[in-house]
């Protein structure tokens, strides 16, 4: 009678651990791509509200007026689209919270490092995103190719940059202690920059860290607002 109840309470307890972990399977698989999404969404319809690019509604006058709008993240200052990533692709480009890129930097778009350029400027715009879970920004961006488009919009300019590099290749897998990437002169360490370039870092393969998947570009058009 004993052993018949320490199996059957065994096995209570394994079913237990079995369902918290598929619920917790479920919640990183789906429920922080909807959180993550609902935050990138919202942060970007800030961002536009603030620069004034939003769709205006009328007042009785029939003049433009902006809607009042919630504090934006301190850290959001651009908008990405990358029309190969889909026609509705768009995330906010933020400035990390702290010294380092945070997971919780990660979960509201695309985080800048701070070490590298500012978009347009010569030098290196380097940002992380995440492949998978947490919005997933960058969960297809094996599907780059040269002359693919990276379009960075700040409250001033629309940067156009093109993609060089296929970073499906082996050549664009690197370790994550590969910081090379981010110099202003990829793989030259201490060289000085003469152009204008982007980075974009993500996880791979899916669902580990192991390494980092690179696409390296070159801004071709910069575009004053206003």
Known sequence: MRARFAVHAVGEVLITLGVIALLFVGYQVFWTNIEANAASHSVSERLRDDWGTSSPSASPSGSA???PAAAIPAGAFALMRIPRLGADWQEPVLEPSGSTISL????QGVV???QTAQPGQVGNFAVAGHRQTHGQPFRHLEQLRPGDQVIV?????I???VIDNDPNSAAATVLPTDVWVLDPVPGKP????TQAIITLTTCTPWWTSTYRMIAFGHLTTTVAKG
């Open 65 to 67: 007026t902006r809607s």
């Open 104 to 107: 919780d930097d990660l979960a």
């Open 112 to 114: 800048h490092y701070k």
């Open 153 to 157: 919009e700040t409250r001033t300019a």
């Open 159 to 161: 940067y156009t940059y």
């Open 190 to 193: 201490g060289a000085k920059p």
